[in-house]
T-cell receptor, first 112, second 113 residues
Framework: GIQVEQSPPDLILQEGANSTLRCNFS?????LQWFHQNPWGQLINLFY???GTKQNGRLSATTVATERYSLLYISSSQTTDSGVYFC??????????????FGTGTLLAVQP | EAGVAQSPRYKIIEKRQSVAFWCNPI?????LYWYQQILGQGPKLLIQ????????DSQLPKDRFSAERLKGVDSTLKIQPAKLEDSAVYLC???????????FGQGTRLTVV
C-alpha cells in the first residue's frame, strides 16, 4: 500500500521563527489534507490541497502531485502552533482509493 | 455549521468489559470514518461507511469490534470485550463524499485498566 512519510519527525522552534514541514507519498493521490493536532487531541483542518499552493494567514501549503510531495510552511511561529502536524492522502490507485491514510506526523514545539 | 460530535469524551473501563462510542457527523455528509489513534502514532482507519453501507473494514478487529450506522446518519462503535491494547483515542470523521475534505470530532479517549 501507499506509504506516507513526514519530516522532520520532531522540531523545536523559538517563537517568531519560520519552518517547513514535508510530506512524501509513495504513489499517486486523489487529494491531500494537512491537519494540526492540538495538545488536547483535536484534529484541526489546515488545508485541503490536492495540488498547487494555498495560503491562510501565517500558514501556506504547496503540493506537487507529479513529484509526490507536499510542504507546509509556518511563518512567525507562535506557541499556539505547538502540536503534531499530519498530512493525510486518498490514494488514486489500488484497493485503498477511498481511504484517508495518515502520515507519520511532525511534532512541533514552539518555545517562548 | 455544527461540527462532528462525539461522546463520551473520556472513558475508563476494566479489561474484558464492553464500551460504546457515539458519533454524529456533519449534516449531509454521506461518508463516515472511525479511526483509532494510539499514543505517539498517527490515526489508523478502522471502518468507513458510505451512507449506511460499509466501504472498508479491513482493519477492524471483528472478533471484538463492531460498528453500525443506522439510517446513514449517527454511528456507534463498540468494543466487547476490551483489552489493554485498546487504550487509545477513537476519532470519528465525516466528509461530503468519498475523496472529499474530511472533518474530525474531538475524539473519545479510552483507557482500559
Amino acid at each position: 500500500g501507499i506509504q506516507v512519510e513526514q519530516s522532520p519527525p520532531d522540531l523545536i522552534l523559538q517563537e517568531g521563527a519560520n519552518s517547513t514541514l514535508r510530506c512524501n507519498f509513495s504513489d499517486s493521490v486523489n487529494n491531500l489534507q494537512w491537519f494540526h493536532q492540538n495538545p488536547w487531541g483535536q484534529l484541526i483542518n489546515l488545508f485541503y490541497i490536492p495540488s498547487g499552493t494555498k495560503q491562510n494567514g501565517r500558514l501556506s501549503a504547496t503540493t506537487v502531485a507529479t513529484e509526490r510531495y507536499s510542504l507546509l510552511y509556518i511563518s512567525s511561529s507562535q506557541t499556539t502552533d505547538s502540536g503534531v502536524y499530519f498530512c493525510a492522502v486518498n490514494p488514486l490507485y489500488g484497493g485503498a482509493t477511498n481511504k484517508l491514510i495518515f502520515g507519520t506526523g511532525t511534532l512541533l514545539a514552539v518555545q517562548p | 455549521e455544527a461540527g462532528v460530535a462525539q461522546s463520551p469524551r473520556y472513558k475508563i473501563i476494566e479489561k474484558r468489559q464492553s464500551v460504546a462510542f457515539w458519533c454524529n457527523p456533519i449534516s449531509g455528509h454521506a461518508t463516515l470514518y472511525w479511526y483509532q489513534q494510539i499514543l505517539g502514532q498517527g490515526p489508523k482507519l478502522l471502518i468507513q461507511f458510505q451512507n449506511n453501507g460499509v466501504v472498508d473494514d479491513s482493519q477492524l478487529p471483528k472478533d471484538r469490534f463492531s460498528a453500525e450506522r443506522l439510517k446513514g446518519v449517527d454511528s456507534t462503535l463498540k468494543i466487547q470485550p476490551a483489552k489493554l491494547e485498546d487504550s487509545a483515542v477513537y476519532l470519528c470523521a465525516s466528509s461530503w463524499g468519498e475523496n472529499t475534505e474530511a472533518f474530525f470530532g474531538q475524539g473519545t479517549r479510552l483507557t482500559v485498566v
